[in-house]
Nanobody, 124 residues
Framework: QVQLAESGGGLVQAGDSLRLSCVASTGAFPTYVMGWFRQAPGKDREFLATITWAGRNTYYKESVKGRFTISRDNAKKTVTLQMNNLKPEDSAVYYC?????????????????WGQGTQVTVNS
């Protein structure tokens, strides 16, 4: 069982930056692919970014490429999402997720473990 805890959300203005963090409870953190997703009210949970076990490879939703950066520190059991130039449409609850071997990197159903989420609100 893996427990994930996100932090770093908040209320910001358009153009601002936020850095989200997710700490995992498991000592086997390096054996998990980590992802970030978000869900806005009335919408499906959508993929944002994922990073492979040792951090060698990252994948992004096209619309956030160049603005969002995912990284991980296996020694600290932490994955982060740096978000720059935030827009009002980025407002959502942001979740980190873990999977030992996701069948589809961008599919939320491929991730077995989820955090409780952290709210990001971007005012125009």
């Amino acid at each position: 069982q893996v427990q994930l805890a996100e932090s770093g959300g908040g209320l910001v203005q358009a153009g601002d930056s936020l850095r989200l963090s997710c700490v995992a409870s498991t000592g086997a953190f390096p054996t998990y692919v980590m992802g970030w997703f978000r869900q806005a009210p009335g919408k499906d949970r959508e993929f944002l970014a994922t990073i492979t076990w040792a951090g060698r490879n990252t994948y992004y939703k096209e619309s956030v490429k160049g603005r969002f950066t995912i990284s991980r520190d296996n020694a600290k059991k932490t994955v982060t999402l740096q978000m720059n130039n935030l827009k009002p449409e980025d407002s959502a609850v942001y979740y980190c997720a873990a999977s030992e071997r996701p069948t589809e990197w961008t599919n939320a159903g491929s991730y077995a473990y989820w955090g409780q989420g952290t709210q990001v609100t971007v005012n125009s």
